[in-house]
């Protein structure tokens, strides 16, 4: 009898093995599909997801996102962009404020322009983003529907994990990943973020389902 507890042990742990390779292989999978879509649909807003930038000048991977971006402005697929993204240690101003200043150099109205600029994951700046669209989108002449429908503007690594997580904070997402970003540009670094990704996707959901067990807060303040 001894002896067969270890051996069930060893059946049950193998088999939860392969059921948790199992979902991580479909979650890769489907990140690698969702990185390919891009939605040629109008919407209420275009949310442009942050990345590093330096004194207030971006990154290549926030240029990448930011010029595409303000082009589905210009093309008036959406009235309204917000800007995420909050400051990393030693930056002057945040990544939503240098994205806010990009944009209006390249004649983006400040009235068309929200920001979150607290957040510093993809998770808090899509709850941000969705919170900053609640509190101040009306303020844009054409109103919104009552699940705003969003462009989201990152890499298309991100895709998946930003549908998902604006779906959960009552968004409708369109994707709109940039194709100028020097990640996408070579293969072996945009697979290295795809992996990443199959982490940080079910890592988000887990921190999601924990706020709503607990009751947790999640203080974002949304900001014009």
Same mark, same amino acid.
């Given at each position: /009898?001894?002896?067969?507890?270890? *051996?069930?042990?060893?059946?049950?742990?193998?088999?939860?093995?392969?059921?948790?390779?199992?979902?991580?292989?479909?979650?890769? $999978?489907?990140?690698?599909?969702?990185?390919?879509?891009? =939605? =040629?649909?109008? !919407?209420?807003?275009?949310?442009?997801?942050?990345?590093? +930038?330096? &004194? &207030?000048?971006?990154?290549?991977?926030?240029?990448? *996102?930011? #010029?595409?971006?303000? !082009?589905?402005?210009?093309?008036?697929?959406?009235?309204?962009?917000?800007?995420? &993204?909050? *400051?990393?240690?030693?930056? @002057?101003?945040?990544? $939503?404020? !240098?994205?806010?200043?990009?944009?209006?150099?390249?004649?983006?109205?400040?009235? !068309?322009?929200?920001?979150?600029?607290?957040?510093?994951?993809?998770? $808090?700046?899509?709850?941000?983003?969705?919170?900053?669209?609640?509190?101040?989108?009306?303020?844009?002449?054409?109103?919104?529907?009552?699940?705003?429908?969003?462009?989201?503007?990152?890499?298309?690594?991100?895709?998946?994990?930003?549908?998902?997580?604006?779906?959960?904070? &009552?968004?409708?997402?369109?994707?709109?990943?940039? +194709?100028?970003?020097?990640?996408?540009?070579?293969?072996?670094?945009? /697979?290295?973020?795809? @992996?990443?990704?199959?982490?940080?996707?079910?890592?988000?959901?887990?921190?999601?389902?924990?706020?709503?067990?607990?009751?947790?807060? #999640?203080?974002?303040?949304?900001?014009?």
């Amino acid at each position: /009898m001894p002896r067969r507890a270890p *051996r069930r042990f060893a059946r049950v742990f193998g088999r939860l093995l392969v059921v948790c390779v199992t979902i991580w292989l479909a979650c890769l $999978a489907a990140i690698l599909i969702w990185s390919t879509r891009s =939605s =040629s649909a109008s !919407a209420d807003a275009i949310v442009v997801l942050g990345a590093a +930038q330096y &004194g &207030g000048r971006p990154s290549p991977v926030l240029r990448a *996102r930011l #010029d595409h971006a303000v !082009a589905l402005f210009k093309a008036e697929r959406a009235p309204r962009m917000v800007f995420t &993204g909050g *400051r990393r240690e030693g930056d @002057l101003i945040s990544e $939503a404020a !240098a994205g806010r200043r990009f944009a209006m150099r390249r004649g983006v109205p400040p009235q !068309a322009i929200l920001l979150e600029a607290t957040g510093r994951t993809s998770l $808090a700046s899509v709850h941000g983003a969705a919170q900053a669209l609640r509190a101040h989108g009306d303020s844009v002449a054409r109103p919104m529907s009552a699940r705003p429908r969003v462009l989201m503007v990152s890499d298309p690594f991100h895709m998946l994990r930003l549908d998902v997580l604006a779906r959960m904070h &009552g968004l409708t997402p369109l994707p709109s990943p940039t +194709q100028t970003s020097p990640i996408s540009a070579k293969r072996s670094v945009a /697979m290295e973020y795809m @992996l990443r990704e199959s982490i940080a996707l079910p890592t988000d959901l887990v921190v999601m389902l924990w706020q709503q067990l607990t009751g947790e807060p #999640d203080n974002v303040p949304p900001t014009r």
